[in-house]
């Protein structure tokens, strides 16, 4: 079974600042890679995916993959009080098109 | 937008209880999913489908069932409730060839007692 991991938070930043969410995996033939945001309550909500090494940019948030090392990482740039949320790190693989979740890292943006 | 919708917030149900979670989409999305998720857990999947009448086990199904008569329902069935079945479910579909880009319905929380 695929293992997805977070660094387990919670993570206490002030507003302005950034964020940094880290996921690692365990199978090798994992390819695409997704963060969800979960506000207290809510249902989860894609927010990036990212299939290729290197880095891909979407606003304020920057989502890393580096498959030889097997991270996936999430940078969220100006952190607001509205970013305050669980986020959840998801990862397919070519032979499996089931997604894997990790646990979630939960993150309050301090005003 | 896509909407998933689930047809209960909130159940509370006794043990032994036979169980049915509905969820309907309508974005004409092939695949769906039934997810449970739980404090320090995250989301483990229950059951999936891509296509009408057809389902797959995911990675915790003892003790659901699923059915899919329709492209846009997809019930989620526990045959006899037990109470560590108590969570939140959480009905999701996706396009195809989108495996990993879920719309999320707004979840229903099960309690059995």
């Known amino acids: 079974q695929k293992e997805v991991e977070q660094n387990s938070g919670p993570l206490s930043v002030p507003e302005g600042a950034i964020a940094s969410l880290n996921c690692t995996y365990s199978?090798?033939?994992?390819?695409?890679f997704f963060w969800y945001r979960q506000y207290s309550g809510k249902s989860p909500e894609l927010i990036m995916f990212?299939?290729?090494?290197g880095d891909k940019e979407d606003g304020r948030f920057t989502a890393q993959l580096n498959k030889a090392s097997q991270y996936v990482s999430l940078l969220i740039r100006d952190s607001q009080p509205s970013d305050s949320a669980t986020y959840l790190c998801a990862g397919t693989s070519l032979d499996d098109y089931k997604l894997s979740f990790g646990a979630g890292t939960t993150v309050t943006v301090r005003a | 937008d896509v909407k998933v919708t689930q047809s209960s917030r909130y159940l509370v149900k006794r043990t032994g209880e036979k169980v049915f979670l509905e969820c309907v989409q309508d974005m004409d999305h092939e695949n769906m999913f039934w997810y449970r998720q739980d404090p320090g857990l995250g989301l483990r999947l229950i059951y999936f489908s891509y296509d009408v009448k057809m389902k797959e086990k995911g990675d915790i199904p003892e003790g659901y069932s699923v059915s899919r008569e329709k492209k846009e329902r997809f019930s989620l069935i526990l045959e006899s409730a037990s109470t560590n079945q108590t969570s939140m479910y959480l009905c999701?579909?996706?396009?195809?060839?989108?495996?990993?880009?879920?719309?999320f319905g707004e979840g229903s929380r099960l309690t059995v007692l």
């Open positions: 199978d090798r033939g994992s390819q695409s």
């Open positions: 990212i299939y290729s090494n």
């Open positions: 999701a579909s996706s396009p195809e060839g989108a495996d990993g880009e879920l719309f």
